[in-house]
């Protein structure tokens, strides 16, 4: 559904916001590393992540990136999606680029009620809520 490189931005969202309220900024090492991500790839991901104001970096001793405490719980699923691979989610389930309820391709009518579903989640779940599992230990990032 989502481009690797999208998958990735999550992934690296939700490991740095979870370090961030453990009280840790982390490196590019690190996150490349903990996503199973390439360094090269890892840091293009990263620099549209603060570009987006999703994640900050800071420079120098003492630095790497983190996420606002302030606004882990603001910052919503669907902004990482629409960062890297725009309004998806309102796009045709078949690539059409014509196909809406006047014009409808094929599938429209049984994606539409799981695509509605899928925007309403993605809009109501917050970097916080992605963290929750993962700083119980209860979720993985990787195997």
């Known amino acids: 559904m989502f481009s690797k490189t999208c998958e990735y931005a999550i992934r690296a969202s939700i490991y740095i916001a979870a370090q961030t309220q453990k009280g840790y900024r982390v490196s590019l090492i690190d996150v490349a590393e903990k ?23 800071i420079k120098g001793p003492g630095g790497g990136f983190l996420v606002d405490v302030n606004h882990i719980e603001s910052i919503k ?11 998806v ?7 059409l680029n014509e196909c809406s309820d006047v014009q409808p391709c094929p599938f429209h009518s049984k994606y539409k009620p799981v695509k509605e ?14 963290t ?8 993985f990032l990787k195997l």
């Open 77 to 87: 699923l669907i902004q990482i999606v629409e960062a890297f691979d725009g309004n």
């Open 132 to 139: 929750r599992g993962l700083l119980s230990e209860q979720t």
């Open 89 to 95: 989610l309102n796009q045709c389930s078949l690539g």
């Open 35 to 57: 996503i199973e991500s390439p360094e090269a790839f890892t840091s293009k991901i990263l620099q549209k992540l603060v570009k987006s104001e999703i994640i900050q970096s």
């Open 117 to 130: 579903k899928l925007l309403h989640i993605f809009e109501n779940t917050s970097l916080k809520d992605l």
